[in-house]
Nanobody, 123 residues
C-alpha cells in the first residue's frame, strides 16, 4: 500500500511557474510508474505527464509539452512536476498517481492516487 500526498499548488499569474510534489509513504514507490493528471471544473480528468519507475522515460500531453517537466527522486520517494509558462487553461486540480499501468498515459492501472492540489492561473 502506498499513500501519496500532493503539494505545491497555488495561485499564479499567467507566465509564472509552480512546482508540484508528490510524496509517497513507502519505498515501494520506486517500483511504480508515476503520472500526473488534472481536472478542470466541468471537465473530465486528463493526462498531463508520466515517468517510468527508473525515470528513464517521460511522456507528456501535447498541451504541456515544452512547458512542464516531470521528474522523480526515488531516494526521497518523491515525484515532481515543474510547470513553467503557465496559462489560464492550466487551471485545474492536479493529482499524482502511481502504479504499473499498461499505458502510462491513461488512468487504468494507476492504483494509488494523491488527494489533489489546486492550481489556479490568472490572466
Amino acid at each position: 500500500q502506498v499513500q501519496l500526498v500532493d503539494s505545491g499548488g497555488g495561485l499564479v499569474q499567467a507566465g509564472g511557474s509552480l512546482r508540484l510534489a508528490c510524496a509517497a509513504s513507502a519505498r515501494t514507490f520506486r517500483r511504480y510508474a508515476m503520472g500526473w493528471f488534472r481536472q478542470a471544473p466541468g471537465k473530465e480528468r486528463e493526462f498531463v505527464a508520466a515517468i517510468t519507475w527508473s525515470g528513464g522515460n517521460t511522456y507528456y500531453a501535447d498541451s504541456v509539452k515544452g512547458r512542464f517537466t516531470i521528474s522523480r527522486d526515488n531516494a526521497k520517494n518523491t515525484g515532481y512536476l515543474q510547470m513553467n509558462s503557465l496559462k489560464p487553461e492550466d487551471t485545474a486540480v492536479y493529482s499524482c498517481a502511481a502504479g504499473n499501468p499498461p499505458r502510462v498515459t491513461t488512468e487504468p492501472g494507476y492504483d494509488y492516487w494523491g488527494q489533489g492540489t489546486q492550481v489556479t492561473v490568472s490572466s
